[in-house]
């Protein structure tokens, strides 16, 4: 469903709840934006929570290789937010003990053990999609 029009997608993040020019109702957050199809995915917030997400570029700094059945710590994926507790697995997947909410592609997700940093990457754009959610189109 069209729920509105856009200026452009540039002017959205992830879990923005301000500003995205619809109103009414209960609250609609950014849940992803679609750069090809200049679309704004817009739904509730019990949408916004993600189990997992993939790293891209991913940079280890392990004294040791990520094991293949992961290594547990805590990766800080907004810069305003504490670490969360989380899995890190070879190929650039993180596993979350808990949903978290805004996970913005293209940002960074660095990842430690204690305070140690020992990594990270970019936050990759999820190759799927699940759910129906409205969205504000170009």
């Known amino acids: 469903t069209v729920v509105g029009q856009h200026e452009g997608i540039v ?9 995205i020019g619809v109103g009414g109702g209960e609250p609609l957050y950014v849940l992803r934006l679609e750069p090809d199809t200049r679309r704004v995915v817009v ?9 997992e997400m993939h790293l891209m570029g991913l940079n280890w ?16 994926i907004r810069s305003a937010k504490s670490p969360v507790p989380a899995t890190l697995y070879p190929d650039g997947r993180v596993v979350f003990a808990a949903p978290q909410e ?12 204690e305070t140690r940093c020992l990594g990270g990457g970019w936050i990759k754009r999820p190759d799927y999609y699940s759910g129906l959610h409205n969205y504000v189109g170009a």
């Open 102 to 113: 805004a996970v913005a592609p293209g940002q960074a997700g660095v990842f430690y053990h």
């Open 43 to 51: 739904g509730h917030k019990k949408y916004l929570g993600q189990k």
């Open 11 to 19: 002017q959205f993040t992830i879990g923005q709840r301000r500003g």
């Open 61 to 76: 700094l392990g004294e040791k290789p990520i094991p293949e059945k992961g290594f547990e710590g805590s990766i800080k």
